[in-house]
């Protein structure tokens, strides 16, 4: 089944930047709406920021807004998030999850497949 694989996750200090890559080992990610999920110690996962199977329609949480960018480039079978400003709240474990085509909703539950994780941590 599809396999999405995380990267560029690292240690990056309050009001740095990093961008955050997910690629499939075996399939394509261009049928799938990809939505990027955090979780930080001691709280729940939660969705950041989605896009569309096109890339026409993107969805981020208020928290999020103006700072992160998830695009995607499906010459490149790649969706990215980047993450600017970063600040400590942004801590977490950051997943990448394809979903069937739809909307871009940040419910967990609409995602059938899921990454492992790269740790993001923002820290002085």
């Known amino acids: 089944q599809l396999q999405p694989v995380e990267s560029g996750g690292g240690l990056v200090q309050p009001g740095g930047s990093l961008r955050l890559s997910c690629v499939a080992s075996?399939?394509?990610?261009?049928?799938?709406?990809v939505a990027w999920f955090r979780q930080a110690v001691g709280k729940e996962r939660e969705g950041v920021s989605s896009?569309?199977?096109?890339?026409?329609?993107?969805y981020d949480i208020e928290s999020v807004r103006g700072r992160f960018i998830i695009s995607r480039d499906n010459a490149k079978n790649t969706v990215y998030l980047q993450m600017n400003s970063l600040e400590p709240e942004d801590t977490g474990k950051y997943y990448c999850?394809?979903?069937?085509?739809?909307?871009?909703?940040?419910?967990?539950?609409?995602?059938?497949?899921w990454g492992q994780g790269t740790q993001v941590t923002v820290s002085s």
């Open positions: 999850a394809a979903g069937s085509a739809g909307a871009t909703s940040l419910r967990a539950a609409r995602y059938d497949y």
């Open positions: 075996r399939f394509t990610l261009n049928y799938y709406v």
């Open positions: 896009i569309s199977v096109t890339g026409d329609s993107t």
